[in-house]
C-alpha cells in the first residue's frame, strides 16, 4: 500500500523551497560557495550539486561518469551517498553563476512536470530513499531534502530563518513518518511510554506512543509521559543527525521524564 501524499500542496511547496534556494544563493560570494556545512563532508557548492543533480536526474538526465572513491569520503557510506556524491564531484569546479543558472532551469522544468502529472503518475508506485512508496512521496520526501539542506547552508552563512510556511510544513509530514521509528527503535522507549514534540516556531504538536510499537497518533489519551518543546531547525539537526543535543544552539525543554526525554534527544538521528 503505498501513501498517499496531496499533490497540488506538496508540488507548491517544492516550487517555493526551490525559489527559497535561489533567493538565498543570489549574490552570494564565491568565497562563501567554499564553506563548510553541517552535512558531513559537503561546503555550500556541494549541497547546491545534490540539488540540482537529483532534480535532473528526476528529469532523466544521467549522474556524471565519475568514480567515486569510498575509502577518501568516508561520508559516503552507501549507494544512495555514491550516487549523490557523483554530482558533487561533477560539479565541484563549476562557478556560482553556472550553478544558480542550473538550479533555475530544472526548478522550471520540474514543477512544470508535476504540474501536469496526472493522478495515475502521481499515485504509482515508485522508488524513494525510504523504500517503494507512491510517486508523490517521493516527492515530499524532496521537499524535505531540499529545506533540510536549505538549513545546512544557513547554518554555514549564518543566516537563520525559513523555519515556517509550506515547505516546513510539508517537510514536518515527512519527518514525522520517522518518528516511530526513531523513538521506538533507535531510542528505545519502553511500551506504556509516550512523547510530544511541541515545535514551538510552527505551533505544532506531534505525538508518538509506545504500545506494542511506537507510531505517531493524532492525539494522546493523557499527558505525554515526556514533551520535548523545540524549534523545526533544532528538530532538524538533531534528526538529520547534524548536530548532538549538546552542540545545538537553539533551546530545549524537557517536560515530564527527563530521562526518557535525554535518551530521545540523544537517539533521534534517523537519515541516512
Same mark, same amino acid.
Given at each position: 500500500?503505498?501513501?498517499?501524499?496531496?499533490?497540488?500542496?506538496?508540488?507548491?511547496?517544492?516550487? &517555493?523551497?526551490? #525559489?527559497?534556494?535561489?533567493?538565498?544563493?543570489?549574490?552570494?560570494?564565491? &568565497?562563501?560557495?567554499?564553506?563548510? /556545512?553541517?552535512?558531513?563532508?559537503?561546503?555550500?557548492?556541494?549541497?547546491?550539486?545534490?540539488?540540482?543533480?537529483? &532534480? *535532473?536526474?528526476?528529469?532523466?538526465?544521467?549522474?556524471?561518469?565519475?568514480?567515486?572513491?569510498? %575509502?577518501?569520503?568516508? !561520508?559516503?557510506?552507501?549507494?544512495?551517498?555514491?550516487?549523490? &556524491? #557523483? *554530482?558533487?564531484?561533477? !560539479?565541484?569546479?563549476? $562557478?556560482?553563476?553556472?550553478?544558480? #543558472? =542550473?538550479?533555475? %532551469? @530544472?526548478? #522550471?522544468?520540474?514543477?512544470?512536470?508535476?504540474?501536469?502529472?496526472?493522478?495515475?503518475? *502521481?499515485?504509482?508506485?515508485?522508488?524513494?530513499?525510504?523504500?517503494?512508496?507512491?510517486?508523490?512521496?517521493?516527492?515530499?520526501?524532496?521537499?524535505?531534502?531540499? *529545506?533540510?539542506?536549505?538549513? %545546512?547552508?544557513?547554518?554555514?552563512?549564518?543566516?537563520?530563518?525559513?523555519?515556517?510556511?509550506?515547505?516546513?510544513?510539508? /517537510?514536518?509530514?515527512?519527518?514525522?513518518?520517522?518518528?516511530?521509528?526513531?523513538?521506538?527503535?533507535?531510542?528505545?522507549?519502553?511500551?506504556?511510554?509516550?512523547?510530544?514534540?511541541?515545535?514551538? $516556531?510552527?505551533?505544532?504538536?506531534? !505525538?508518538?506512543?509506545?504500545?506494542?510499537?511506537?507510531?505517531?497518533?493524532?492525539?494522546?489519551?493523557?499527558?505525554? /509521559?515526556?514533551? =520535548?518543546?523545540?524549534? @523545526?531547525?533544532?528538530?532538524?539537526?538533531?534528526?538529520?543527525?547534524?548536530?548532538?543535543?549538546?552542540?545545538?544552539? %537553539?533551546?530545549?525543554?524537557?517536560?515530564?521524564?527527563?530521562?526518557?526525554?535525554?535518551?530521545?534527544? /540523544?537517539?533521534?538521528?534517523?537519515?541516512?
Amino acid at each position: 500500500m503505498t501513501t498517499p501524499v496531496p499533490q497540488g500542496r506538496t508540488v507548491d511547496a517544492l516550487a &517555493e523551497e526551490l #525559489a527559497a534556494l535561489d533567493a538565498l544563493l543570489t549574490d552570494l560570494p564565491e &568565497e562563501d560557495w567554499s564553506r563548510p /556545512t553541517p552535512c558531513p563532508g559537503w561546503d555550500v557548492r556541494a549541497n547546491v550539486a545534490h540539488i540540482v543533480g537529483t &532534480e *535532473w536526474m528526476l528529469a532523466g538526465r544521467p549522474s556524471p561518469d565519475v568514480p567515486v572513491d569510498r %575509502d577518501a569520503r568516508p !561520508h559516503v557510506r552507501n549507494d544512495i551517498g555514491a550516487f549523490n &556524491e #557523483a *554530482w558533487v564531484i561533477g !560539479h565541484a569546479g563549476t $562557478d556560482p553563476g553556472e550553478m544558480l #543558472a =542550473l538550479l533555475r %532551469d @530544472v526548478t #522550471a522544468e520540474r514543477v512544470a512536470t508535476l504540474r501536469a502529472m496526472g493522478d495515475d503518475e *502521481w499515485e504509482a508506485e515508485s522508488f524513494t530513499p525510504a523504500g517503494p512508496d507512491s510517486y508523490g512521496r517521493f516527492m515530499r520526501i524532496r521537499v524535505f531534502d531540499c *529545506w533540510m539542506h536549505e538549513q %545546512d547552508i544557513r547554518d554555514a552563512l549564518r543566516r537563520p530563518g525559513h523555519t515556517t510556511g509550506l515547505p516546513v510544513e510539508v /517537510t514536518i509530514d515527512e519527518m514525522a513518518s520517522a518518528l516511530g521509528y526513531a523513538v521506538g527503535k533507535k531510542a528505545g522507549a519502553p511500551d506504556g511510554t509516550s512523547v510530544t514534540f511541541a515545535l514551538t $516556531d510552527l505551533g505544532r504538536d506531534l !505525538h508518538v506512543a509506545v504500545d506494542g510499537r511506537a507510531r505517531v497518533v493524532e492525539a494522546l489519551d493523557g499527558p505525554a /509521559t515526556v514533551t =520535548l518543546r523545540l524549534g @523545526v531547525h533544532a528538530f532538524s539537526r538533531l534528526a538529520g543527525g547534524r548536530a548532538t543535543l549538546d552542540e545545538l544552539d %537553539d533551546p530545549v525543554e524537557v517536560e515530564g521524564d527527563t530521562a526518557l526525554g535525554h535518551q530521545v534527544l /540523544t537517539r533521534l538521528a534517523y537519515t541516512i
